[in-house]
């Protein structure tokens, strides 16, 4: 038991030492939905969050020691079918990937279940908006049309052939890399953002997903990349993985920091 | 008690399948009008024929619904929107506009959409042919990699726009994700002798118009409705050219016109000819005799027209900046003999100074007449009264500018076809030029009328204007050597001599 515990943390400690937690936020969002009428700019406490993307080498080394996270071992349940499919073998890279890429193809049960087993958690959809609304210089860049363009330039462009590594971009702000032009990434309530928390209006779940319905809530109607974060969130089940979807691992901000 | 009434409807519906089965029935539409429409799909399933722009699906002959399979992947890529332009396009299909969807009233429509896997966006499908909550889009919500299905009846007969409404609807639909489907009445369309199809769209691009190289969306713009270019079938040239739609004298011609929008309305007309049937807002009831019709943003049109005279017709956005400086222009070419008794050709051009006469203008022209005359003519005088007689006549399709109409006219300006021979520029003139010609390295491939019934120290003017205009620098036509070619050159049948 103490031999568990003891590995455990080790695992935890070797995993933050390659990919550290950074410290972002508190800070003020306006949300592109907001929740309510009177949540029409949501406090996010700090909290912490990884500095990169989780790369194929620490997905890796994750599913060598959870082996049931394997791609010829998961369960179909919390899998779609090209889980870790740009993969060699289920476990072996191979020569198309390099370990410092982001790894994609993995499902929201697999980012979870590797985040807790570093002893953190997927950030919630609000701190990862927080952290993402960082240029460079400026913790909230978002009503910078130049800095909103770029992003857009992005999202409107294929996924390339090949991924380039983590942290081939400048750091933002909070000091964390590729939040933007590298990949998609989960969050925890990827799929409750457009719900109400009032079960009885059941009309809303679809509300973003068409045409002139989408524009009805909305309050920052021009932040387009915001928008687009969440049309393509909303767009996902647990069990979903593409090509440009992968996430990184947040933590409630430790006492004392 | 729930489940008496459930075998009740169930008793129902076996009986209509039944109906539908027995040839008498049929005549009689029998209850409600919807009844009629939701007839039982017959036979196998049919995959639906999808074509990609100009082209349309061939005209259905089937006498029952049917119950047929739509597959339309998804895909982001990265084309030429006009010549050394590129935009990444969000596409129907790999194309702009997306695939052409031909069914039947009553048809059951077994819709697939398939997101490739390297594209990065979510994407679903409106179809404005469906009834139904989002015409579909809320069932076919579709993540990258991803496939969805939907089933729906084709109530309504019509010709329809579709399009992605995901979130962010106007970016989706500005990168150019929108189609046509037709719905065909039961009874079919009157047979035509030929079918195209056509679609505009607008887009906005981070640089200028033509500015080169890969151009991003630009969110602004298209927030203004600022458009950078307008466009038929996608991107600039698309029908133009070795590309124009091939048609011939004396047959019907019928156009699908759909508008993808996202923002402007068109102003859809073709240069010289009268739509003899207009379908407005691709409904059930045609109007006649047509010059322009209006197609909404998401909205489409059925025009129809026979060709009587050959020449090219140049289809427009009578809204007409968009034309000349944002690409909505495409051709139709069609061959056969003249019909002058339609059409004569040009008959007379005279010069015609109006009150002209004591101004500048026509000053030059006949300054340079009485020199001609007194035989002291300048070079000055040549060109000078060349500007005027060019801006009556040849500006027209070269522009004032003398750059031409790229992809359509050639540029004299720096032109080296022009330069390079003396002999064979005054021989254009007056002769006129069809065919494909290479200018500045770039081809051409239109129609020039001749000019002969001008005189020949008129056409001696006008040439050494343009030889010596817009950064050409070239010696003196003289009406001598316009006589020359005139003499040893011969006139197509029907110009002046």
Known sequence: MIWLILSLMLTQERALTENPMILAGPGILRPFYPPSESEKEIKVEAFELQQHAVTNAEFLKFVMEKPKWRRDKVSPLFVDSTYLSLWESPTRLGKQISPKQPVVFVSWFAAKAYCESIGARLPTHFEWELAAAASEAQADSRSDMTWRQKILDWYGKPAPERLPNVMGNKPNFWGLYDLHGLIWEWVQDFNSILLSSDSREAGKLDQAKFCGAGAIGASETDDYPSFMRLGFLSSLEAAYTTKTLGFRCAKDRMKGK | ?497
Request: proline residues 6%; contains cysteine; glycine residues 12%.
């Open chain 2, 1 to 497: 008690m729930k489940i008496n009434r459930y075998s009740v409807s169930m008793a129902l519906c076996a009986s209509l399948v039944g109906c539908n089965s027995h040839p008498n029935e049929l005549r009689s539409t029998g209850g409600s009008e919807l009844g009629a429409k939701m007839a039982a799909p017959v036979g196998e399933p049919i995959q639906a024929v999808l074509t990609q722009a100009p082209d349309v699906p061939p005209a259905i002959t089937r006498k029952s619904p049917a119950k047929v399979v739509v597959e339309i992947e998804v895909k982001e890529v990265t084309m030429p929107i006009s010549e050394g332009v590129n935009y990444t396009f969000w596409t129907f299909g790999g194309k702009v506009p997306g695939e052409f969807i031909r069914v039947r009233q009553g048809d059951t429509v077994e819709f697939h959409l398939q997101n490739h896997p390297d594209n990065k966006m979510p994407h679903n499908i409106d179809l404005h042919a469906v009834t139904g909550p989002g015409g579909g889009a809320t069932s076919t919500f579709t993540a990258p990699g991803h496939q969805t299905q939907f089933t729906f009846k084709a109530l309504n007969q019509g010709l329809y726009v579709y399009h992605c409404a995901t979130a962010p609807v106007g970016m989706h639909i500005a990168n150019g994700m929108y189609g046509l489907i037709l719905v065909e009445p039961p009874e079919g369309l009157k047979p035509v002798d030929r079918e195209y199809y056509v679609m505009q769209g607008d887009f906005y691009t981070v640089g200028k118009y033509r500015e080169k190289g890969l151009q991003p969306f630009d969110m602004q713009k298209a927030i203004e409705e600022n458009a950078t270019y307008v466009l038929f079938n996608g991107s600039e040239g698309s029908m133009v050219g070795e590309k124009a739609l091939p048609a011939k004298v004396g047959e019907t011609i019928r156009l699908f016109v759909g508008n993808g929008g996202p923002n402007l309305v068109s102003s859809f007309h073709v240069i010289g000819e009268i739509f003899d049937k207009v379908y407005p807002e691709g409904g059930s009831h045609y109007q006649e005799n047509v010059q322009t019709t209006l197609i909404p943003s998401g909205g489409a049109a059925i025009v129809e027209f026979r060709l009587e005279v050959p020449g090219t017709y140049i289809i427009v956005d009578h809204s007409i900046f968009r034309t000349f400086n944002k690409g909505a222009l495409g051709m139709l070419k069609a061959t056969g003999d003249e019909v002058t008794a339609i059409y004569s050709g040009k008959e007379v051009d005279d010069v015609y100074l109006g009150d002209k006469a004591a101004s500048g203008s026509g000053k030059a022209v006949a300054k340079a007449t009485a020199e001609m005359k007194s035989g002291t003519l300048t070079l000055e005088s040549q060109i000078a009264a060349g500007e005027a007689l060019f801006k009556g006549t040849c500006s027209t399709c070269h522009m004032e500018t003398g750059l031409g109409v790229p992809s359509v006219f050639p540029p004299l300006a720096k032109s080296d076809f022009l330069m390079n021979d003396k002999a064979r520029s005054i021989g254009v003139v007056l002769n006129g030029l069809s065919g494909a010609v290479t200018v500045n390295g770039t081809k051409f491939n239109s129609v020039m009328p001749p000019m002969s019934q001008l005189n020949d120290d008129e056409i001696a003017n006008i040439l050494t204007y343009v030889r010596n205009s817009w950064g050409n620098k070239g010696t003196a036509v003289t009406a001598a050597e316009v006589t020359a070619v005139r003499a040893s050159s011969k006139r197509p049948p029907g110009a002046a001599e």
